[in-house]
Nanobody, 117 residues
Framework: QVKMVESGGGLVQPGGSLRLSCAAS???????MGWYRQPPGRQREFVALISSGGGIKYADSVKGRFTISRDNAKNTVYLQMNSLEPEDTAVYYC????????????WGQGTQVTVSS
């Protein structure tokens, strides 16, 4: 069982920045890693992903404002969030996609991000 732990959430004013981290208990080097979020009263939605080779994809709503990155030596994926808007308020989850010999997707417990003045 791979454990994923997110951190870095909090309360920030519109226009501010936060950096989320997600540390895995096992190697992520062969896995696609992703960030998702669940706004209040809505379904979980895709935010960004980064492949093992460094390929990146973003949701249109965060392009140009959010940056995903990874440090395989630390088994950690990051989400730098700039120019935050109230609409970015959500619980943010990281995901280690299935890969290699492991057929299971793993999720973290989530970290709350609230953008409000």
């Amino acid at each position: 069982q791979v454990k994923m732990v997110e951190s870095g959430g909090g309360l920030v004013q519109p226009g501010g920045s936060l950096r989320l981290s997600c540390a895995a208990s096992e190697s992520i080097s062969l896995n696609i890693m992703g960030w998702y979020r669940q706004p209040p009263g809505r379904q979980r939605e895709f935010v960004a992903l980064i492949s093992s080779g460094g390929g990146i994809k973003y949701a249109d709503s965060v392009k140009g404002r959010f940056t995903i990155s990874r440090d395989n030596a630390k088994n950690t994926v990051y989400l730098q969030m700039n120019s935050l808007e109230p609409e970015d308020t959500a619980v943010y989850y990281c995901k280690r996609f299935r890969g290699g010999l492991d057929p299971t997707d793993y999720w973290g417990q989530g970290t709350q991000v609230t953008v409000s003045s």
